[in-house]
């Protein structure tokens, strides 16, 4: 079914929660809009120094360019079920590998773990600490160079973990998230607890 943007849920969502849209945002009848970062700023710059990919022959990471996400539904969406936590967890900002073909769903409807087909630790979203572990399933495994990719980083709340495996369907009672045995990958298996945030296009060079 496709999303389509309506107005009156965003004025809403401004009256009842406070939402401030960004200026960006008022013009367009997108249901998400994205707005591109200043090289120069130091928003840019936080996450450009991250994106590396560590060890190996694969080539240098160069940032084409960073875009910040808004979705006032699934932030909204997000922001409530952060509330219902009673603060018992943490937020974080990790990595999600995608596709060109995937991203503008997720940018719409958020992630959705029935559509994940690769499942090492658990089967639900993941996520990672790390752009360079995140990375792999940008590129589908295939880096080439000069070819272009996507990349999120993600607002992600985790509250009480435990490891991960490929048969595990959800987290045993009192645990929300799964994760890699060295804690570098956290899957996540209930709808809303993630939001991606921005949106990184990159590009592959060989190394100098």
Known sequence: MEVERNNDIIEYLQQNFGYKIPKFCETTNKVYTLSKLDESGSEYKSIAKTAYVYGGTIGEISIISIEKVFNPYTLALYNLKKSETNGDVLEYELWHGTTE???????????????????????????????????????????????????????????????????????????????????????KYDDDTFYPTYKIRYTIKEKS
């Open 101 to 187: 073909s995937s991203l503008d769903n997720i940018l719409k409807k958020n992630f959705d773990y029935r559509l994940v087909k690769q499942h090492l630790f658990g089967k639900g979203i993941s996520f990672s600490k790390y752009f360079s572990y995140a990375f792999h399933y940008s590129v589908s495994n295939n880096p080439q160079i000069d070819e272009e990719y996507c990349i999120l980083l993600c607002n992600v709340f985790i509250g009480k973990t435990e490891i991960g495996y490929k048969g595990t369907n959800y987290p045993n009672p009192g645990y929300n998230t799964t994760i890699k045995s060295n804690g570098d990958v956290f899957v």
